[in-house]
């Protein structure tokens, strides 16, 4: 059955942001150093239950937002459509985590979903993208 893996946090200031979380629950925060702004965030450790997230550079979302491990993206996607909600994003790639895409149901909550993949690798026209920081 997929479950909930990984929630996101949007800021407008990020590295503020993870400060606040870092202060207020001692989770562990870094910067992932990729061509975007995120933040990695661990809320604990693997022994205990609970998932972990990241802290986004705010863009159009509103609110946390979290992510369905699913087996096939391609698949879900077309599942989405098909049962009335949206596909907001092709699917993309995480390099050397998976394949991602956002979706929205009925009623206007987007969600995200993501076949877990560590050979994932960009696509030519996503390095392109990722070059021209159209990511």
Excluded at 5 to 19: M, R, T, V
Excluded at 58 to 66: A, C, K, L, M, Q
Aim: charged residues 25%; aromatic residues 8%.
């Amino acid at each position: 059955m997929p479950r909930v893996i990984h929630f996101e946090i949007p800021s407008g200031d990020p590295k503020h942001l993870a400060e606040f979380y870092r202060r207020l629950f001692g989770w562990e925060i870094t910067n992932w150093g990729g061509p975007v702004e995120y933040w990695l965030v661990a809320t604990g450790p693997e022994s205990e239950p609970g998932i972990h997230g990241a802290i986004a550079r705010r863009d159009v979302r509103e609110g946390t937002r979290n992510t369905v491990s699913v087996a096939s993206a391609d698949e879900t996607l077309k599942r989405v459509v098909g049962i009335g909600g949206k596909a907001l994003s092709p699917k993309m790639t995480v390099p050397g985590v998976g394949y991602h895409a956002l979706c929205q149901d009925p009623e206007g909550n987007v969600f995200g979903i993501m076949e877990m993949d560590p050979a994932a690798k960009w696509t030519p026209e996503e390095e392109e993208r990722v070059k021209r920081g159209r990511l």
